[in-house]
């Protein structure tokens, strides 16, 4: 009998994930359970963490933070789907150049991104505010330090991990069913809804659960830009952590965001045909 040689292949891998995410998970599980301000591991467990992590008010950080990746992701896929069609209907130099141009900040600190937004979003010398008051002598309110800020930050760091995705999904729509349904006297409207999102949907899937996963787990758009106005559910775990040296309940808030992202994860993974992405 043959032997299949692909599980002593993957072995190194199976080792790696048990040893650096399983085991570590196992831990942050283990001290969710543990009496709150205790540090060693015991077996008096129980689920007080969990009760006081709905009951003391933690549960609104995590609504925060679930609220601005959906709105985010959202946002960026609204924004996203016409500039993949620009850039799908126009390739050549100037598709490949912007397509770079758009890259680009992804090799650039977040932070320094951030900060950068904030100087172009900062009240009365701010490039923003300077530019519409010599323009069209418009005075603008305070936009930094707000949750709209936080958003807007989100938006920009996220938006090429939405574009990049659906590009891919939008290159797996054939012109000629498009073609197809507007001889048949289909409106646009009907292409969009019938012919061309369903065909791109495992892009815009895959698109929108990168930018939704990276957004939940974001801290410095909500720190840099939002400053007290906004507190994200990262921000609260690393106070639990390294401040209140409350390890159990900072453990506890880790595995109720992993049950979350997970529980919206898992079911949009098994919908995405990876091989008919990348055309196998």
């Known amino acids: 009998m043959r032997r299949n040689p692909g599980l002593w292949y993957a072995l190194p891998l199976i080792v790696a ?16 359970l ?51 069609k620009i850039l799908h209907r126009h390739t050549g130099r100037w598709a490949s150049l912007v397509t770079a141009l758009i890259a680009l900040p992804i090799f650039i600190s977040e932070s320094v991104r951030l900060f950068g937004l904030s100087v172009f979003l900062m009240p009365g010398g701010g ?23 936080a958003l807007v930050g989100m938006i920009y ?66 720190a840099i830009l939002g400053g007290r106005a906004v507190t994200v559910i990262t921000a609260t775990i690393e106070q639990r952590f390294n401040y209140a040296q409350d390890w159990p309940m900072g453990a506890a808030l880790t595995v109720l965001v992993i049950v979350v992202t997970a529980a919206l994860v898992f079911p949009a993974v098994r919908r995405i045909d990876l091989n008919r992405m990348l055309r196998r």
Do not use: K
């Not at 069209?136 to 930094?144: A, E, N, R």
């Not at 054939?174 to 006297?185: T, V």
């Open 127 to 149: 490039i923003l505010a300077g530019t519409l008051n010599a323009l069209f002598d418009v005075q603008i309110g305070t936009i930094l330090n707000t949750r709209l800020a």
């Open 17 to 32: 994930m048990l040893l650096f995410f399983a085991a570590p998970m196992v831990i942050v599980v283990w001290y969710s």
């Open 34 to 84: 543990m009496p709150p301000r205790s540090f060693a591991l015991t077996t008096d467990i129980g689920l007080q963490n969990y009760r006081s992590a709905f009951a003391d008010g933690y549960g609104r950080p995590l609504m925060w933070s679930l609220l601005g990746a959906a709105l985010t992701t959202l946002i960026t896929a609204v924004l996203a789907w016409p500039t993949a």
């Open 157 to 222: 760091i996220h938006f090429p991990f939405m574009l990049f995705p659906l590009l891919l999904g939008v290159a797996m729509i054939p012109a000629d069913r498009i073609e197809a349904a507007r001889d048949l006297g289909a409106s646009s409207w009907a292409v969009l809804r019938e012919v061309e999102l369903p065909l791109a949907a495992p892009g815009l899937l895959v698109g929108g659960l990168l930018t939704f996963v990276l957004c939940l787990g974001a801290n410095a758009e909500a």
